[in-house]
């Protein structure tokens, strides 16, 4: 079935450092989905990307999709402590839009 | 405002034994489902519901059982309890269609099987 890829599994840097995590589907997507987990939290959504080349931004972040909606990515500029958690994609299977295909998450660690 | 509310938080159960896991969400969301996370894995759904009487299966249902009798509550049933079903448990709904929706979600319920 449909898969959505996400890289890397994890990232850590220093408070104040940049943080990219990147999704890929081998499939044309018809809109990509973002969400923040908090340890011991539940995902809370973040964003929607729609549109081919698509770029939204809320504060430090900054979401792309692709040209070909194949993949997207999210960027943290500056990170800071509140910023630790996974952050995963999920994008609809196939045409049905009726389930979310999540991507396994990039957990995001700031180095004390 | 309470959105979307999952009980118990956390449940301890013994091989072979059956449960409910209930969830209920105040925002008439048409749109309800089930997932399952593991460690270093992202959701997985399990079944889910596109509004009262109609529920259908996601990526990993076998083992679980789900009903939509009114649009607020979409309830998990365990049939007999597998050491593979210890997982956390989340529950989520959305105005409508779920891919194309922002998913709104419980907190989950730990659920350890020994």
């Known amino acids: 079935g449909q898969q959505v890829m996400q890289i890397p599994q994890y990232q850590h840097v220093q408070e104040g450092e940049d943080f990219t995590t990147y999704c890929n589907s081998s499939t044309t997507l018809s809109n990509i989905q973002w969400y923040k987990q908090r340890p011991g939290g539940h995902p809370v959504f973040l964003i929607q990307l729609v549109k081919s080349g698509e770029v939204k931004k809320q504060k430090r972040l900054t979401f792309q999709f692709g040209e070909a909606k194949k993949n997207s990515s999210l960027h943290i500029t500056a990170t800071q402590t509140t910023d630790v958690g996974t952050y995963f994609c999920?994008?609809?299977?196939?045409?049905?839009?009726?389930?979310?295909?999540w991507g396994a998450g990039t957990k995001l660690i700031i180095k004390p | 405002n309470a959105g979307v509310t999952q009980t118990p938080k956390f449940q301890v159960l013994k091989t072979g034994q059956s449960m409910t896991l209930q969830c209920a969400q105040d925002?008439?969301?048409?749109?309800m489902s089930w997932y399952r996370q593991d460690p270093g894995m992202g959701l997985r759904l399990i079944h889910y519901s596109v509004g009262a009487g109609i529920t259908d299966q996601g990526e990993v249902p076998n083992g679980y059982n789900v009903s939509r009798s009114t649009t607020e509550d979409f309830p998990l049933r365990l049939l007999s309890a597998a050491p593979s079903q210890t997982s956390v448990y989340f529950c989520?709904?959305?105005?409508?269609?779920?891919?194309?929706?922002?998913?709104?979600f419980g907190d989950g319920t730990r659920l350890s099987i020994l």
């Open positions: 989520a709904s959305s105005q409508s269609i779920g891919g194309r929706q922002p998913q709104h």
């Open positions: 925002m008439n969301h048409e749109y």
């Open positions: 999920a994008a609809p299977e196939g045409d049905s839009n009726y389930q979310l295909i």
